[in-house]
């Protein structure tokens, strides 16, 4: 699960860079940027939601429901992963970690 983790985390920043560079070539200001993107972290709540998560495609129409989680490890008692709650914050520690719950990717629902 770690592993999956990571490489969504991996492909989530280079979404998040990718789309700040095109936000700042438009002219958007860096404030109105921060507040309308989110570096977020997906911790699927099923097998179901792990394969349709890995599934997605750059320019999917997604949309994400759980809830915010702060992650505590179980084989190494000192990974902690923490939470913004906060849609105003940038840098270290200002990512959404979600339990998802459900997933909707243009029409189509996964449960």
């Known amino acids: 699960m770690k592993l999956v983790i990571n490489s969504l985390v991996h492909s989530l920043n280079v979404a998040v860079s990718e789309a700040l560079v095109l936000a700042e070539k438009a002219g958007l200001d860096r404030a109105t940027i921060v507040s309308h993107t989110a570096n977020t972290h997906v911790v699927p709540a099923t ?10 495609s750059r320019g999917d129409d ?15 008692p000192g990974f902690h992963w923490g939470t913004s709650t906060s849609r105003d ?23």
Do not use: F, Q
């Open 89 to 111: 914050d940038e840098g270290p520690n200002s990512c959404e970690t979600v339990y998802l719950e459900r997933l909707t990717v243009g029409e189509r629902v996964y449960e």
């Open 62 to 76: 997604v949309r994400l429901e759980g809830w915010l989680v702060e992650v505590d490890g179980v084989d190494d």
């Open 47 to 56: 097998t179901y939601l792990r394969r349709a998560v890995r599934a997605l």
